[in-house]
């Protein structure tokens, strides 16, 4: 069975990165991406926006839709501070598999968790199912015709950016 562009980063990124470095993860998947194949990631130059913007809310529980490789999962999970999550919502189950690997192999495994699923389901559940009372921080990068409806939805079920 041929391999996946998102099995063929992983691929590249255990070949060749520093497990246990998200940086060296991060260095690599941007490497892949630049030099063999084109992927949908934030990339280092957004990615330096990322890391401002998160550094700044400084926060305790992070949530991030559209997990894909897990390239914005590792860059957020690095800048966490002690005790910090990431609960990261993918609705592919192969994109999920391959960002948790990502993520195991970067180190940040206990700061982040994948929840598989749609949107639509995981929001409504994020108190009940996950205890997620508030969010300090939240990274919307998934299909941009579903951003004002995720957004309201949060609204909804949650309270955030305190």
């Known amino acids: 069975m041929a391999q ?11 070949q060749n ?3 246990g470095d998200p940086q060296s993860v991060l260095d690599h998947i941007d490497k892949y991406c630049s030099q063999k194949e084109w992927a949908m990631n934030v990339g280092d130059e957004k990615g330096l926006i990322l890391d401002n913007v998160l550094k700044e809310a400084n926060p305790t529980t992070a949530l991030e839709m559209g ?3 897990g390239y914005s999962a590792i ?6 501070k002690p005790g910090g ?3 990261t919502m993918e609705m592919e189950p192969k994109n999920a ?3 948790k690997e990502m993520i195991k192999f970067a180190g940040v495994q206990d700061k982040v968790e ?15 199912k996950y205890g997620v009372e508030h969010a300090d921080f939240v990274f919307i990068d998934h299909f941009g015709k579903h951003y004002t409806s995720d957004t309201k939805l949060l609204e909804f079920s ?4 305190k």
């Open 114 to 128: 994948i929840l598989e699923g749609t949107t639509e389901v995981i929001i409504p559940s994020l108190k009940t």
């Open 85 to 87: 999550r990431l609960l």
């Open 158 to 161: 949650i309270a955030f950016l």
């Open 75 to 80: 860059r957020i999970a690095r800048l966490l």
């Open 67 to 69: 997990t894909y490789c």
């Open 97 to 99: 598999a391959v960002a």
């Open 17 to 19: 990165a520093t497990e």
């Open 4 to 14: 996946t562009k998102e099995q063929r980063i992983l691929e590249f990124v255990k």
